[in-house]
């Protein structure tokens, strides 16, 4: 029947009825084999898995440190006798920053550790999606203009008809990974955030757009896996724990979407992500 299998032969001379001859038996080992290339690949995945995790770790340490330093360097700096107003100012400033980065870092390991125990609950409510979408241009336009980039918004539906049932709390946690990956990966040109009805109407497809330094065609499905920005064959890593992606990858998919990027290296990209539109 044209199966492929494993077969192990023995082959061997004997005497029958005083005569030379060669005994052959082949056995099937076609399931051994099978079991054996699963044990090849488990234990390849457990390795790779436990080198990003000691990759994972190092970072760890190395962006608690880095604000750390910055809180406890510049607190002690305030206190410089006739210090002037515009250095205290600068100061603080800097404080409040490393402040704001230890933040975002220690709440993403607590959302990881969540969903790691599947203890993460779903919550869902009434959203406006163009409600939504003017909070987070009005949020995220200082940084990007700061960082000399125009950021825009694409609404498709009137406010009236941009309402859906999703959990608000991810669905805003989703954009915002999104958008601050865009702001960081990008130096010069445009961000656009934006949505369009799929599916007859029964699927909604975000979608954020950059211009940005786009990411290698064998890095694309890679970035959505858990510490990868950890990976110390990473050489497009800035810093960050390299949680977002993976954070919004879950979310997404508790919410019955999926998401997926569609880049070009040195051109930009756009992560487009799913969800129902009821």
């Given amino acids: 029947d044209k199966t492929e299998s494993w077969v192990n032969v023995n082959i061997a001379t004997i005497k029958w009825t005083g005569l030379d001859a060669v005994l052959i038996s082949a056995f099937d080992i076609t399931q051994l084999k099978l079991t054996e290339q699963d044990l090849i690949n488990a234990k390849e995945e457990a390795e790779k898995s436990e080198r990003l995790k000691t990759a994972f770790l190092a970072n760890i340490s190395h962006e608690i440190r880095t604000p750390m330093n910055g809180i406890l360097g510049f607190t002690e700096l305030l206190k410089t006798p006739n210090l002037s107003s515009d250095k205290r100012e600068k100061y603080i ?35 406006n999606i163009n409600e939504q979408l003017n909070n987070l241009y009005t949020f995220f336009n200082v940084e990007a203009t700061n960082k000399g980039l125009k950021l825009i918004i694409n609404k498709t539906l009137t406010d009236s008809e941009a309402i859906f049932n999703t959990d608000y709390e991810k669905f805003y946690a989703i954009f915002t990974n999104l958008i601050k990956n865009s702001i960081k990966y990008t130096n010069k040109g445009v961000i656009e955030i934006g949505y369009n009805l799929k599916n007859k109407n029964k699927t909604i497809e975000f979608y954020v757009k950059d211009t940005g330094i786009g990411i ?49 290296k040195n051109k930009g990209s756009i992560f487009y992500f799913t969800l129902p539109f009821n």
């Avoid at 490393?98 to 609950?121: F, Q, T, V, W």
């Avoid at 890095?219 to 919004?248: C, P």
């Fill in 216 to 264: 290698l065609e064998n890095r694309q499905e890679a970035i959505f896996e858990r510490f990868i920005q950890a990976d110390i064959e990473d050489a497009n890593a800035t810093q960050g724990a390299g949680l977002g992606l993976s954070i919004s990858k879950a979310f997404i998919e508790m919410l019955n979407g999926k998401i997926w990027v569609k880049s070009i």
């Fill in 93 to 127: 400033e800097i404080i409040e920053k490393s402040g704001e980065r230890m933040l975002n870092l220690i709440n993403n390991i607590i959302d990881l550790s969540k969903i790691e125990a599947s203890l993460m609950p779903t919550k869902y409510d009434e959203v």
